[in-house]
């Protein structure tokens, strides 16, 4: 069965750094996109950065110059390299990854919590 699971989240100081992890398993066919979305208590999930399966890359305004993501094909792992955290940053982070065959919306992990102390 298709699986998501993620890593890499934890408390850390304003200014400081984290590297999130996704490994997907269970996924017949190609994963296309792969990206990590946030959702803090009271607000609406967002997309913070997407990766194609060709290495194009997006960000939302408020991580861009901040957050990196990058995938391992090889390995079905996508990751988020998060520098300059800052207390908006604080929320639970979900990988998504879509693929041929699958769910329009995706596939989605259980989320790992960050938060970012001032």
């Known amino acids: 069965q298709v699986r998501l699971v993620e890593s890499g989240g934890g408390l850390v100081q304003g200014g400081g750094s984290l590297r999130l992890s996704c490994a997907a398993s269970?996924?017949?066919?190609?994963?296309?996109?792969m990206g990590w979305y946030r959702q803090a208590p009271g607000k609406q999930r967002e997309m913070v950065a997407q990766i194609t399966g060709g290495g194009s890359t997006s960000y939302a305004d408020s991580v861009k110059g901040r957050f990196a993501i990058s995938r391992d094909n090889a390995k079905d792992t996508v990751y988020l390299q998060m520098n300059s955290l800052k207390v908006a940053d604080t929320s639970t982070y979900f990988c998504n990854a879509r693929a041929a065959m699958g769910p329009v919306s995706g596939y989605w992990g259980q989320g790992t919590q960050v938060t970012v102390s001032p």
């Open positions: 269970g996924i017949i066919f190609g994963i296309n996109t």
